[in-house]
């Protein structure tokens, strides 16, 4: 009889323990979420208002480097902006998921979704890596120089919004991770 008492009252430890860390992993899935959406709302804004203008012999004429004079800058930009706005859609159910731990569908939803988001992600800040790689050191054999020498200030800007932009893919890859170690603990 006593041996009967002391299985179910283990049991019920389990499901309480469980329980907590699958609400614990759900706070820490909130906490990811805000720290992504900063991470990709200063990408896309670093890179939004990077523009810097040089003058010429004269100050009738000027150079000027601008986000978008280039198209993969154009992309970042977007990219970071949808993957924010998702981001910050997401928080209701994040929120969700801390009061209701054991819920399993959209959990699902919001890995299926993630994975989008990162790949959306990582296209986008990886084509802006190249243009900002070859803005600093340029390519002998095409003969385009490195323009970074020139525009200091809008390379380090671009190359600065790159950080937190691949932050951002570093979290989203966490919570894809801990979204997915809370399904299996369910």
Known sequence: MMKAESIESGEASKAVTGHGVNRG???FDLVLRIVAIVGTLAGAVAMGTAEQTLPFVTQLVQFSAQYDDFDSFKLFVIV???VCAYLALSLPFSIFHIMRSRAGTSRILLIFLDAIMLVLLTSGASAAAAIVY?????NSSANW???CQQYTDFCQRSAGSLIGSFGAMFFLVLLIIFSAVAISRR
């Open 145 to 147: 120089f490195s323009i």
């Open 134 to 138: 070859l803005a600093h050191n340029g």
């Open 25 to 27: 992993l759900s706070v």
């Open 80 to 82: 970071n902006a949808i």
